[in-house]
């Protein structure tokens, strides 16, 4: 097993918004000049679509916009490497060179995400089985099977345990499939997860379309097993929206083949393990073993909403939208005012990189102080992220989310919009343990579009309680 040595984010060239404005004054001296200045610094973030990323200097080590006389200057390597470029100084010539993936020859970044072939990946360390796509139109020599053709078939059923599908599959696997595979179980492996393209953010694991047609049919049938009906069918749907994007628009940096799958720990009916299933618009870490067993933390998102793919109709989080939405607008007038949250939202607030992180202060409208109507469709709308696991891990985590005490205890809130169809509509549940979000985003291969980010997370049991809080 290996430890990641870096969780940084590398090459996202297409349809990217930095929310700092970057200022690269070029002046040519024939001596070197030095000039003291006096900069102010006050937590500038930098986006890179609607996800806070940490810039970087060459030796890893995070760099803090900062502003200068009425400017907003951004690390430059940092910001390249963001959007997919590779940075070098020339120590003689006194030249920063700039080069790589951009999607136009100018080296700005497209905004319709539709242009350029898709970025360099930076997968974990020793991992043959997780490079992402590279090179002309995305082609890649190590990919064997189509995730999105061998998908849509049914896996085959199993009365098996998670454990001996896990076994299962990976007795499909070549030694050196299995060592990309297998991770020793820290918190810093189980945090290696993303709603990214895999470009931009790495994955631990093996690439489901670098895996042969026996092993995939394993994966699948453990991945049904481990996620339940409805899970199952929410990472079908999500992977087949990113086949949808790649046909549609011709970028292969949503392939549905970039999807990966990795073990964390040892797969046992006793000892503590983690099974992580993600991609781009996905992320699940299911434990097992733990002091609770749960999937959290889970990323589910989609664009777009909704598409057809060989004659089937999918709108794979149309279920959740329905139930946020049902939910916050059974408020009155009153109580929406209660509901407000003091912020605004354009992403998720806890997403990737974000462990631990819940807020001090709770907000929104007590569920103790709705009718009993309304109750029912906060019931409803925490089901419906919580159905997304096998049976035996989702009755349990209900049981504790939905009992009285603790919907006496959740809040539901909202920001922005309470309609679904403008861009920084936020809608919040959160409980003694259960925290969900819903916000919707400007599409970014579809501009004119809304599109979805969701995350679960469990204040005590994700990654199953394993490292703290």
Excluded at 134 to 159: F, K, L, M, Q
Aim: glycine share 8%.
């Amino acid at each position: 097993m290996k430890k990641i040595s870096s969780k940084g984010m590398k090459g996202f060239a297409v349809g990217v918004a930095v929310t700092a404005v970057m200022t690269v004054p070029f002046t040519s001296y024939a001596e070197t000049l030095k000039q003291s200045i006096a900069v102010t610094y006050n937590d500038i973030l930098v986006k890179v679509n609607g996800t806070t990323v940490t810039l970087k200097d060459a030796s890893g080590n995070a760099l803090e916009p900062f502003n200068y006389n009425g400017s907003v200057y951004v690390p430059l390597r940092g910001v390249s490497e963001a959007l997919g470029m590779n940075v070098t100084y020339d120590s003689a010539n006194k030249t920063v060179n700039i080069a790589g993936s951009s999607s136009s020859s100018t080296g700005a970044a497209s905004t319709d995400g539709k242009d350029g072939s898709p970025p360099d990946g930076m997968p974990p360390e020793g991992s043959p089985g997780g490079t992402p796509p590279s090179g002309t139109n995305g082609a890649a020599a190590n990919r064997v099977t189509d995730v999105a053709a061998n998908i849509v078939n049914d896996p085959a059923e199993s009365d098996e345990s998670v454990v001996a599908l896990t076994k299962a599959f990976m007795a499909t696997l070549s030694d050196d499939e299995l060592e990309s595979l297998q991770y020793d179980m820290t918190a810093d492996n189980a945090a290696v997860w993303s709603n990214l393209p895999v470009g931009a953010a790495q994955r631990n694991g093996l690439m489901l379309g670098s895996l042969d047609e026996d092993s995939l049919d394993a994966f699948k049938s453990l991945a049904a097993a481990a996620l339940g009906n409805s899970g199952y069918d929410t990472l079908k749907s999500i992977i087949l929206a990113d086949e949808y994007l790649t046909t549609d628009t011709g970028n292969n940096m949503w392939d549905s083949d970039l999807y990966y799958v990795a073990v964390l720990g040892e797969p046992s009916d006793t000892s503590p393990w983690i099974l992580q299933i993600g991609g781009h618009h996905y992320a699940t870490n299911l434990t097992y073993n733990t002091a609770t067993e749960s999937p959290t933390p889970m990323f589910v998102g989609v664009e777009p909403q909704t598409f057809t793919s060989n004659g089937v109709t999918y709108s794979p989080l149309e279920s959740r939208r329905s139930a946020m939405y049902s939910m916050i607008n059974s408020l009155s007038d009153t109580e929406l005012s209660s509901a407000k949250i003091s912020k605004t939202y354009d992403d998720v607030l806890l997403g990737p990189g974000q462990d631990n992180k819940f807020p001090t202060t709770s907000e929104g409208i007590l569920v103790s102080s709705l009718d009993s109507s309304q109750k029912e469709l906060v019931k409803a709308a925490i089901t419906a992220w919580v159905q997304d696991t096998s049976p035996d891990i989702s009755e349990e985590l209900l049981a504790s989310y939905l009992s009285d005490d603790a919907l006496n205890q959740t809040k539901i809130g909202w920001s922005g919009s309470t309609d679904s169809t403008v861009h920084g509509s936020y809608i919040r549940i959160d409980g003694p343990r259960v925290w969900i979000e819903f916000v919707c985003q400007t599409g970014v291969a579809y501009t004119d579009q809304i599109h979805f980010h969701t995350v679960w997370r469990d204040k005590t049991a994700d990654y199953g309680g394993s490292f703290g809080g």
